[in-house]
């Protein structure tokens, strides 16, 4: 069984940065998908960043520039590195992974930015 375990989020000022992190305990298939999504209150969950196992990264409009996801497969963890954080990145970040035709989620860390 695989298991998501977050860390990282918290409270930043605006302009701040912070470092979001999440460990996959278990065996996951090496060809997968490692993401992040995030969920604003009363609005849907949507994914902000993807980093595929062949190399591809895609980010959404409002992140780019900002956020970087980086993986590290041998530890099968991933982060997401924000910077330049606005008050409208407050929402609780989720990681994701899909892998061999299952989908994971982590337990969620709520990122606040504010002053």
């Known amino acids: 069984q695989v298991q998501l375990v977050e860390s990282g989020g918290g409270l930043v000022q605006p302009g701040g940065s912070l470092r979001l992190s999440c460990a996959a305990s278990?065996?996951?298939?090496?060809?997968?998908?490692m993401q992040w999504y995030r969920q604003s209150p009363g609005k849907q969950r949507a994914l902000v960043a993807s980093?595929?196992?062949?190399?591809?990264?895609n980010y959404i409009d409002s992140v780019k520039g900002r956020v970087i996801i980086t993986r590290d497969s041998a530890k099968n963890s991933w982060h997401l590195q924000m910077n330049s954080l606005k008050p409208g990145d407050t929402a609780v970040y989720y990681c994701?992974?899909?892998?061999?035709?299952?989908?994971?989620w982590g337990q969620g860390t709520q990122v606040t930015v504010s002053s």
């Open positions: 980093s595929s196992s062949t190399g591809i990264t």
């Open positions: 994701n992974l899909v892998s061999d035709s299952h989908i994971y």
């Open positions: 278990g065996s996951i298939f090496s060809i997968n998908t």
